[in-house]
């Protein structure tokens, strides 16, 4: 068994292409629209959202977490944009990390783990 993929429920499709895309720096593999993206990792994970339109697809509430090599780096390039960070980049018993909060209020969580 191989991970495929998540979704993310949104209220506004082209805000989430702007943060994902254009902020973070995802490539889009497949747009439908106003009604759904999907974003491709280097892995051929994929990341999609998908405009909210049933009672149960819940904005606000996911969280993902991205392996990231250069996490100083992107820490940095990420709060000079002005990123809403929900924690900042501190070290744990496991790795490196830090959070940030897309525009629905999804987290995306970022770590580097120890070698």
Known sequence: MNFDS??????????AIDFYN???????????GDAY?????????RLGIKKATDK?????????????NEIDSFYKEL???????????????????FSIIDPDGNRIAFLKRNQ
């Open 37 to 45: 993206v999907s974003f491709i990792f280097s892995n051929e994970v």
């Open 56 to 68: 149960r697809e819940i904005p606000g509430s996911q969280t993902i977490i991205i392996s990231i």
């Open 79 to 97: 709060t000079g944009r002005g990123v809403e960070v929900y924690s900042d980049i501190k070290d744990e018993s496991w790795g490196r990390t």
């Open 22 to 32: 254009k902020l973070i720096g995802l490539d889009i593999e497949y747009r439908e």
């Open 6 to 15: 998540t979704i993310f429920y949104s209220n506004d499709i082209k805000k």
